[in-house]
């Protein structure tokens, strides 16, 4: 009988994790969408990142359900608790990177209505910034589903060039609006999308250390990255 139940919850966690994959798959969509429509100029594009976000709400709803169902049905303990607390919390994150990617095809689509060439150099660094978070998700998504807290810390250090981007690209903005007040309103939307790819660089960190702590079994949210680093080289 044990070992009956042990294979149902077994099978449930791996139900978890495909979902999980499937939520992160679309969202990461989401992203890469989001900003190619910017840097193509493609409205169209801009409508169906808008219109697929209740896609990833939804994948949150059920996902959300299913680990209330394990914790309340199966009662884990140690790793298996650790494991369906950080599938919730990552969902979070996901839901919140997708509303992200929503709010940069919305901020696209006023400066595309505006006809900024696609080419100019403000939006083909959006692009890189907007490639890079999406190369993190998926390799963050990617450590989750192993269990590498390797690749985690990784993506913990990256965190901090997308905050330089950021940086950068804002700084170039300010001194683009201050020699042509015309580019105000297209320079704050561009600035509103590096944003938005900031947090997502901040919700892929938060995946992270969330693998962090299933596999070691510490709370590391709020450590510096030098301690993080220590608890992570842990045996």
Do not use: W
Not at 93 to 113: N, Q, V
């Amino acid at each position: 009988m044990n070992e009956h139940l042990s294979t149902q919850f077994d099978a449930e966690l791996d139900d978890l994790r495909a979902l999980l994959t499937r939520m992160g798959g679309l969202v990461e969509e989401q992203v890469r969408a989001a900003t190619l429509a910017l840097a193509e100029g493609d409205a169209e594009r801009v409508e169906q990142v808008i219109a697929r976000d209740a896609e990833v709400d939804q994948f949150e709803i059920e996902i959300d359900n299913i680990c209330t169902h394990v914790i309340a049905k199966r009662q884990p303990t140690a790793i298996d608790l650790r494991v369906v607390m950080s599938v919730s919390k990552t969902v979070t994150d996901l839901e919140r990177i997708g509303d992200e990617a929503k709010k940069i095809a919305k901020s696209s689509r006023k400066i595309i209505e505006r006809g900024l060439a696609a080419n100019a150099p403000q939006i083909m660094a959006v692009r890189h910034m907007g490639e890079q978070c999406a190369a993190m998700l998926h390799e963050v998504l990617n450590a989750f589903v192993r269990m590498d807290s390797d690749v985690a810390l990784q993506i913990v250090r990256r965190d901090k060039e997308i905050d330089q981007h950021f940086r950068s690209i804002t700084r170039e903005l300010v001194t683009y609006m201050m020699e042509d007040p015309r580019t105000i309103s297209t320079a704050l939307d561009i600035i509103f999308s590096v944003k938005s790819l900031e947090r997502i660089g901040d919700h892929c960190k938060n995946i992270a250390k969330d693998v962090i702590f299933i596999v070691k079994g510490r709370d590391v949210r709020h450590l510096k990255l030098d301690e993080l680093e220590q608890e992570a080289a842990a045996k």
